[in-house]
């Protein structure tokens, strides 16, 4: 295979493969440089309070079991009674993270109006681990605390916690995968739909649908650089076409990293009031690191489910912690109750084996039930522990007073990189509100044409393949970067993170692009130079 080939052969695998085949060219480049991946979203921060209240907690509920039953290594099972008095005389409110549980189980008690032995005694058994989750799609006042957690971070003052059900999931990944499923299962996708997705847009909503048992049609919504990334407020009229029967969103987008202004939003509020029929999945995981953000969930509940996820706030991808939210009164289980009586039958069928009125099981039950292929609905569910490490991470921001300096750092963690990034390249910051600054979008012709005018971009269009810079970056630079292609971002848009490299790499990443652009002019003046 001769270099074309290869890289044409590359371009066919999804962004996240070319990467990992990257971080192996770049670990062993060239020029011998320090081997930097700003490929990946993963952050490099984690917050550690929870971490640390976790740990107590766990320290506590063993005690607890031993009272009951000690043999050994062998303990029992915890009891309600007294439980809260026993957590206090176990706390040492000198240390933080006990001052820490002691201000949330009072919070739990005072403003979720929670009883306070059986918060603590969710809490203790859900982090021992000793019960199969019941009831199996939340933990009844961890989905309390979920729910305020959500209100207060992506609402924007929309009073949504008491209507919402939250199903908590193995991260945000799980949660796309279920979605899809239960969709699909349920007749509420089918074969050949057209369906709408803001572009460019996280991977697997591309690859998903294209795959051969969900075969949908895409229509996309694009967002391009030259409107910062948004959706143009016209492309959303699309959405009042009837034979549109969903429309995908990430937002703030992913790889664009852009939040929907007020007017889009508006907009979108305007399509569902008529449009009663249309559903919206939105991924909302970069939500907190927008000032004054707010979801689509929040202005049309009715017609949208919610996918959050804990791992990019909290630092947390490997606990895997996300999860679905929905609204009690739902475009889903209104389409299941109108869909054609042969359908419902088939359906009766298979959910007849875990409720005895199939009818009125609601969606987000299917989900859940579905999770587990119906037939183990009994011991479906989220981990406990994972349930109540959620909660954990919520209540680290619900009992923060004067603001939440946690989720303030991390957006100054990606701002100060961006920023970095942004001045050593010599580029215009975006300095919008929309702009989460979670990843950049670098169109790298617009930044030939700027620094060595516009014959070096088109020598690049012309003479090599979209990957050619991508792949350079990693064999010559020891960078690895991903390409905006395959997220469906116009050709030669690279994505850098700012989540996953220390600030100083930041003007490093910058110099390698530039260094290597450089080569590519004096190729095309050398080459120019055979050529007369
Ligand atoms: C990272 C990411 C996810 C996956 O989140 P996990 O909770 O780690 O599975 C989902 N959606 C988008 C847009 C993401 O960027």
Excluded at 246 to 270: G, H, M, Q, T, W
Excluded at 422 to 433: H, S
Aim: a negative charge.
């Amino acid at each position: 295979m001769n270099t074309n080939q290869y890289e044409k052969k590359l371009e066919q695998l999804g962004a996240f493969e070319i990467a990992s085949k990257m971080l192996k060219v770049a670990k062993n480049n060239e020029n011998h440089n320090s081997f930097l991946n700003a490929g990946r979203g993963n952050p490099n921060w984690i917050n550690t309070q929870a971490r640390l209240a976790f740990t107590r907690f766990m320290a506590f509920g063993v005690k607890e079991s031993e009272r009951t039953m000690l043999e050994g290594n062998l303990a029992g099972y915890t009891t309600l009674d007294g439980i809260s008095g026993r957590l206090n005389d176990f706390l040492d409110l000198s240390q933080k993270e006990d001052a820490f549980i002691q201000t949330f189980i009072d919070y739990g008690v005072d403003v979720l109006d929670i009883d306070r032995d059986a918060l603590v005694k969710e809490f203790t058994d859900a982090i021992i681990g000793n019960n199969y989750p019941v009831p199996s799609r939340c933990l009844v006042n961890i989905e309390k605390i979920i729910n305020v957690y959500l209100q207060d971070t992506l609402y924007n003052g929309v009073s949504l916690a008491d209507s919402t059900q939250v199903f908590p999931t193995e991260g945000g990944t799980a949660a796309i995968c279920y979605i899809f499923n239960s969709l699909k299962k349920n007749g509420l996708i089918q074969e050949g739909d057209r369906i709408a997705i803001n572009m460019p847009i996280f991977t697997p909503y591309l690859q998903i649908p294209k795959l051969t048992n969900y075969k949908m049609v895409e229509v996309d919504l694009e967002a391009r650089e030259d409107n910062d990334w948004e959706i143009p407020l016209g492309a959303l009229d699309i959405l009042e076409d009837e034979s549109i029967k969903a429309f995908f969103l990430v937002n703030p987008s992913n790889p664009a990293s852009r939040a929907l202004d007020s007017k889009l939003l508006k907009r979108i509020k305007e399509i569902c009031e008529k449009r009663r029929d249309l559903i919206i999945i939105t991924d909302d995981v970069y939500g907190t690191f927008v000032d004054g953000f707010q979801t689509v969930y929040a202005v049309a509940p009715y017609n949208t489910l919610l996918v959050y996820s804990y791992s990019k706030l909290y630092g947390a991808t490997g606990w895997r912690t996300g999860c679905i939210a929905m609204n009690k009164q739902n475009v889903f289980d209104d389409l299941i109750a109108r869909l054609p009586e042969e359908k419902l039958k088939v359906l009766d069928k298979d959910y007849s084996i875990v409720t005895m009125e199939p009818r009125s099981f609601p969606f987000i039950e299917r989900l859940t039930a579905d999770s587990r292929s119906i037939g183990l609905y009994h011991t479906s569910g989220l981990s406990t522990p994972q349930q109540a490490m959620m909660a954990l991470f919520s209540l680290t921001h619900l009992v923060c007073h004067d603001g939440d300096n946690y989720i303030e750092s991390t957006k100054e963690i990606v701002a100060k990189r961006y920023h970095n990034l942004f001045e050593g390249l010599g580029i215009k910051e975006d300095n919008t509100r929309e702009n989460a600054k979670y990843y950049a979008l670098i169109d790298i012709y617009n930044l030939a044409e700027r620094l060595y005018g516009e014959n070096l971009a088109t020598y690049i269009r012309k003479n090599f393949e979209e990957i050619d810079f991508l792949l350079n970056l990693a064999k010559e630079e020891g960078l690895v970067i991903m390409e905006g292609v395959g997220f469906a971002a116009t050709p030669g848009t690279l994505r850098v993170s700012q989540a996953n490299l220390a600030d100083d790499a930041y003007p490093k990443i910058a110099k390698r692009i530039i260094e290597l652009l450089k080569e590519y002019d004096d190729k095309m003046k050398t080459s120019l130079e055979e050529g007369h």
